[in-house]
């Protein structure tokens, strides 16, 4: 399983992001969804989608973010709209595949807000 992410950038306070994340690899994913680490902060799951298709969110984010998959093009989206500078972050996706479940994750992706 390779994931490789990108679409992160410096945007201002109120912008928008699309992050995209691409997969390869013959895999069934049980679960996908993004991450993020800030400088001297622990990883936060910030989306995710189960098996069920059901998408969940951190309150952080809710209302604000809005994860997508593509089964067609094996690719997963993170729609960041409302940016604040709080979400500057290094952005990470991540598939857990199998059983018991192993997590993979993309290389990361820079997010950066400007107030």
């Known amino acids: 399983v390779q994931l490789q992410a990108s679409g992160g950038g410096l945007v201002q306070a109120g912008g928008s992001l699309r992050l995209s994340c691409a997969a390869s690899?013959?895999?069934?994913?049980?679960?996908v969804g993004w991450s993020r680490q800030a400088p001297g902060k622990q990883r936060e799951v910030v989306a995710g989608i189960g098996s069920g298709g059901s998408a969940n969110y951190a309150d952080s984010v809710k209302g604000r973010f809005t994860i997508s998959r593509d089964n067609s093009k094996n690719t997963m989206y993170l729609q960041m709209n409302s940016l604040k500078p709080e979400d500057t972050a290094v952005y990470y996706c991540?598939?857990?595949?199998?059983?018991?479940?192993?997590?993979?994750w993309g290389q990361g992706t820079q997010v950066t807000v400007s107030s």
């Open positions: 991540f598939v857990d595949v199998g059983w018991p479940s192993e997590r993979f």
């Open positions: 690899g013959s895999f069934s994913a049980n679960a």
